[in-house]
């Protein structure tokens, strides 16, 4: 199971006085089972990027091949492709629309063609999954608090059971506990299932402390691509292009600044944790 | 795919008509209106059509932005072409079976058909080179009179202006729900009516409830910053009178008086 993108470009309103690039050239190949972030600016082409993974948009140029079939061939799947590389857009709680909780988790199961009975297990799964308490199954959606309908718009995507996840923004408008629980979720998502998680965020902390590989949109093009490690030892490129590095990896270069002997890039709390208790072991910390 | 609706929408650009004051255009716009329905003369059509195509020229708007407008009205024009066309008295001067087309009718027809294309080009010319805000700022100005007569005018032109700031934003909210319901393996193309209405609920729901909700907000954020009504309410940029739009009067009275005297020769 792999998405490959092959020297994608793709512009709004071309021909236009509102022409804007928002992909330049991005080729990029995104494995089986992986936990990808993408950060970037405001504009710098996150949102664009994604929604060509499951074709909402149609690349100006260049192609995208869905484990080895080209997406935009004549006769290939697209409404298919969408329930498998399953989206959840910013804010998705604005699209709930039905009387119940349970019925809008279902809409998605039966645009898949399921029967009722199945798409109602399915609704019952991915509202369990995200940990939606069973007494709210049958109120309105629009009742909810907001950390409740966005886990129940989010149940709405995972019903259709998708092999790629998508979430763009997912934690925006959460509180910190709102925030902690959903990308635990996430994370073990990812963990049982195996399946592929594409993270945009904002935080340079979750994304360091989540995923195993991270993608860096600037202007349209793949800025960097790697590791939390090599992507965030990069502090000054980072900064100039709007970004930053988590805390703890500013933490552990102004140690490295003041002459103790810092190993690696530390991204995680944890990690630089242990750089510091190695380092102390060392006697390394009294400069 | 909701990129393409140009009504109310502003079309940038560096040129004379762009620097005109609202008021002036909303005047020209009324004047041309009258001047399309008192013309009947080929002649009169000849000179609105060299007007026209002027002002198109000068506006540096790319011509493809007026005509999209047209596309709506495509079938209100072949049915008003076709009945003037086929049902109006007049000297026959072709005959096919029950179809009779008479001289007047082509006339009528031809008439009808070219002063609803003027009609959309034109108007929209206007809105492609006025920003909403200057639009309703002009209106204000326009038909402050009317607000002794017990009309509540800076309370409707705040309502236009709102209403036309709401077109792009609900267009885009529209678009990103409609590509989240898709997401979701919505299908708004295949099926019959019946199907492909009831496949509008998941857009329209969420589309009114964040309308009421953007509506209620914007509502909270201008009591938040004072906002009272019309009373004593100053502007930033108060529409001033310069050179250029007096020249812009001046053409367009001239404008007038050539169509009227055609009209009475």
């Known amino acids: ?287 | 795919m909701f990129r393409e609706i140009t009504l109310g929408q502003y079309y940038p650009a560096d040129s004379i008509l762009h620097r005109l004051d609202p008021r002036v255009k909303l005047f020209g716009t009324l004047i041309y209106i009258i001047v399309l329905f008192v013309a009947s003369e080929p002649i009169s059509f000849g000179v609105i059509t060299a007007a026209l195509v002027a002002v198109i020229l000068i506006s540096k708007v790319p011509f493809s932005y007026m005509t999209k407008g047209l596309s709506g009205i495509v079938m209100l024009l072949v049915i008003a072409g076709i009945f003037n066309l086929f049902m109006t008295p007049g000297i026959p001067i072709f005959t096919w079976g029950p179809l009779t087309i008479t001289d007047i009718g082509l006339k009528n027809a031809a008439t009808m058909v070219i002063r609803m294309v003027y009609l959309i080009v034109g108007t929209s010319l206007m809105t492609l080179t006025t920003t909403p805000n200057q639009l309703t700022d002009g209106l204000e100005r326009s038909m402050r009179h009317m607000s002794k007569l017990g009309l509540p005018v800076h309370e409707i032109a705040m309502m236009m202006s709102i209403a036309l700031r709401f077109i792009p934003i609900l267009v885009e909210e529209t678009d990103k729900i409609m590509k989240a319901q898709m997401a979701r393996g919505a299908d708004f193309e295949s099926g019959g009516i019946i199907k492909r209405t009831k496949a509008m609920v998941p857009i329209l729901v969420p589309l009114f409830v964040s309308a009421f909700r953007r509506a209620s907000d914007l509502a909270m954020a201008m009591e938040a910053r004072c906002y009272h009504g019309g009373e004593g309410r100053t502007k930033m940029k108060p529409l001033t009178y310069t050179a250029l739009d007096r020249v812009a009067y001046l053409v367009i009275l001239v404008f007038l008086a050539v169509i009227i005297v055609l009209a009475l020769m």
Request: glycine letters at 8%; zero cysteines.
């Open chain 1, 1 to 287: 199971m792999s998405i490959i993108l092959d020297h994608v470009t793709y512009t709004y309103s071309a021909g236009t006085a509102y022409e804007v690039k928002a992909l330049d050239d991005v080729s990029l190949k995104l494995s089986d089972g992986e936990f990808i972030g993408i950060i970037g600016h405001t504009g710098s082409g996150k949102s664009t990027l994604i929604q060509h993974l499951n074709g909402l948009l149609k690349a100006t140029s260049g192609a995208i091949y869905f484990n080895g079939q080209d997406i935009y061939d004549k006769d290939f799947d697209l409404k298919g492709l969408r329930t498998r590389v399953g989206m959840v857009f910013q804010y998705p709680e604005h699209q709930l629309f039905e009387t119940t909780v349970f019925e809008d988790v279902k809409y998605g199961p039966k645009n898949q063609g399921l029967s009722d009975k199945e798409a109602t297990n399915r609704a019952f799964d991915a509202l369990s999954a995200v940990n939606f308490p069973d007494e709210y199954f049958d109120q309105s959606p629009f009742e909810l608090s907001g950390g409740q309908k966005r886990r129940a718009a989010i149940a709405g995507v995972l019903a259709m059971e998708p092999d790629v996840l998508i979430l763009d923004e997912p934690t925006a408008g959460l509180d910190p506990k709102g925030q902690r629980d959903l990308l635990t979720l996430i994370r073990r998502m990812h963990k049982e299932s195996e399946r592929t998680i594409i993270l945009v965020s904002h935080s340079m902390e979750d994304v360091a402390e989540y995923v195993d590989r991270i993608i860096v949109m600037d202007d349209g093009k793949v800025f960097l691509d790697g590791t939390p490690e090599t992507v965030f030892s990069h502090v000054t490129e980072l900064e100039e292009r709007g970004l930053a590095v988590p805390q703890v990896t500013y933490l552990m270069e102004e140690l490295k600044g003041r002459g103790i002997p810092v190993e690696g890039h530390a991204t995680t709390l944890k990690s630089a944790k242990e750089e510091i208790l190695r380092l102390s072991r060392a006697g390394a910390l009294h400069v």
